[in-house]
């Protein structure tokens, strides 16, 4: 994107002036939680096609509940891709949530509460939905597709990968054909907002499959200790938390 970045201690900076700042907005425990959202956008005087003249480094901050009852109806859409080999699906960027936005506001019309995209070369492999990374498990054996520039890697997918495997699943990372969807025991979804959440269905060309949910599932097990790492609960054995005073 051409966009010069702040450094880590800028941005840990800016992070943690923002949350003191908005203390106050911080929910009781177990409430819910500050969602922070980093964003950085030109804001040059320029009309040319070229990278901007100047950026600005922005912190939002926004108190929300969690989701936990929440669960995922997915429709698998086959006709518009997220992304493209050579494009900027790796990343965070905005031109990878506009061109989405019809074909989910249509979706979401229908019932559906996102849409979980195919890879744009071959139609055949699912790679993630419009705002979160999707895992799917049968027996011991979690998998989530490779991310090798199409597919934004998520730091909750790496974090549940790694928590995942501590429990003593093995991790996969690789191709996962849309057929094999229909034979798995559970899918869940990952990111910053809804930590872990279970699907309760996709639907692929007229064809509905439900999922395990529930208390027994690993999604709740995962959403579990995750949550209780970032509030204290449960000892942060690897650094992922950080003391703000
Ligand atoms: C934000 C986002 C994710 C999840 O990333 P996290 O770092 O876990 O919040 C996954 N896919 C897309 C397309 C996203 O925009």
Not at 54 to 83: C, I, Q, W
Not at 162 to 178: K, L, N, T
Not at 218 to 241: F, P, R, S, V, Y
Request: charged fraction near 20%; glycine fraction near 10%.
């Amino acid at each position: 994107m051409c966009m010069p970045s702040p450094t880590v201690d800028q941005f840990i900076d800016a992070v943690k002036k923002t949350v003191l700042a908005n203390k106050r907005w911080v929910p009781p425990h177990g409430r819910g939680s500050l969602y922070i959202r980093p964003l950085l956008m030109g804001t040059g005087r320029n009309l040319e096609v070229k990278p901007s003249s100047e950026y600005t480094f922005l912190v939002y901050a926004s108190p929300v509940g969690n989701g936990l009852k929440g669960v995922l109806n997915l429709m698998v859409e086959d006709n518009v891709h997220r992304a493209t080999p050579g494009g900027t699906g790796g990343i965070k960027a905005v031109t990878n949530y506009s061109p989405i936005y019809k074909p989910l506001t249509e979706a979401k019309a229908k019932g559906f509460s996102d849409l979980l995209y195919l890879d744009a070369l071959t139609g055949s492999n699912i790679e993630e939905c419009s705002g979160c990374n999707i895992f799917i498990l049968k027996g011991n054996v979690i998998s989530t597709p490779t991310t090798h520039g199409t597919i934004l890697p998520g730091i909750t997918r790496k974090t549940i990968m790694e928590i995942a495997s501590d429990f003593g699943y093995q991790v996969e990372e690789r191709a996962i054909p849309i057929k094999e969807v229909f034979d798995a025991e559970e899918v869940f979804c990952t990111g910053t907002a809804m930590v872990v959440k279970s699907v309760a269905s996709i639907t692929y060309q007229g064809k509905r499959i439900g999922y395990k949910l529930g208390a027994e599932t690993l999604a709740q097990k995962l959403h579990a200790t995750l949550t209780g790492i970032q509030t204290g609960l449960i000892e942060d054995k690897l650094g992922w938390t950080m003391l703000i005073d």
